[in-house]
């Protein structure tokens, strides 16, 4: 596998392979990156850095629990569609502004065949047409669990209660807020591809500025 150079930083220190002794941080570091360091020479095959793996590896448990997470959700015990639950995982990775969960499930939408159009009009869905009647419930429902905190309108969740059945928008809540959960992790720690400054900064003034009016 040929490795991109990485610049990215999170903010929290990396377990080096040398320190990792929990069962759960060998096997995934085995998985992930071979007989690497991940720390020092990072990549995954997917073209991630791979540092969200090395962070959460400061306590094993945690990252434990993560991982459970997504064999909960990529279980063939799911009764959601996966081309819905990955329309919601990637629609909360762009509401949080996460690059990082955004960017991993559009590419998991392209491996299960959604086509390029459809990933690309995940940002602005609501004026797209390229959605079906479940598939804009389901995105709908997403921005109020993801821009509302969960307040969600009867209208929406009656819409959506009208394509789905009770377990499976249960799986849908949990799978969509957990991933809200990883977005603003991957956020507030800077891993992955959400290592960026903050975009809101002054502006510093120069001579083009003068005479501007406000």
């Given at each position: 596998?040929?490795?991109?150079l990485?610049d ?8 080096p ?6 069962p ?9 990156f071979g007989?690497r360091d991940?720390?020092s ?5 997917d ?17 434990e ?5 997504f ?26 502004g ?5 960017s ?5 939408l ?6 390029e159009d459809?990933i690309?009009?995940?940002?602005n869905w ?5 959605f079906?009647?479940?598939e ?8 109020c ?8 309108p009867?209208g929406v ?11 499976q ?8 807020t957990?991933?809200l959960?990883h977005?603003v992790?991957s956020?507030a ?6 290592d960026?400054?903050d ?8 001579g083009?500025?003068?005479?501007s009016?406000?």
């Amino acid at each position: 596998m040929k490795r991109r150079l990485f610049d990215t930083v999170p903010r929290l220190r990396q377990v080096p392979r040398s320190e990792a002794k929990a069962p759960i941080v060998t096997t995934m570091y085995d998985l992930l990156f071979g007989d690497r360091d991940p720390v020092s020479e990072p990549g995954t095959a997917d073209g991630t850095p791979g540092n969200w793996w090395t962070v959460f590896s400061l306590v094993p448990d945690v990252l434990e629990h993560a991982v459970q997470g997504f064999r909960l959700y990529r279980s063939p015990k799911r009764l959601l569609s996966p081309v819905l639950r990955e329309l919601a995982q990637a629609r909360v990775g762009w509401v949080a502004g996460s690059q990082f969960v955004f960017s991993q499930h559009c590419k998991s939408l392209r491996r299960i065949g959604v086509s390029e159009d459809r990933i690309a009009a995940v940002a602005n869905w609501a004026v797209a047409s390229c959605f079906d009647e479940p598939e804009r419930a389901v995105l709908a429902y997403t921005d109020c669990l993801a821009f509302d905190h969960g307040r969600v309108p009867d209208g929406v969740f009656a819409a959506l209660h009208t394509h789905l059945s009770d377990e499976q928008i249960l799986e849908l809540t949990y799978i969509t807020t957990l991933y809200l959960h990883h977005a603003v992790m991957s956020r507030a720690l800077r891993t992955e591809f959400d290592d960026r400054p903050d975009p809101v900064q002054e502006v510093p003034a120069d001579g083009s500025e003068r005479g501007s009016r406000p």
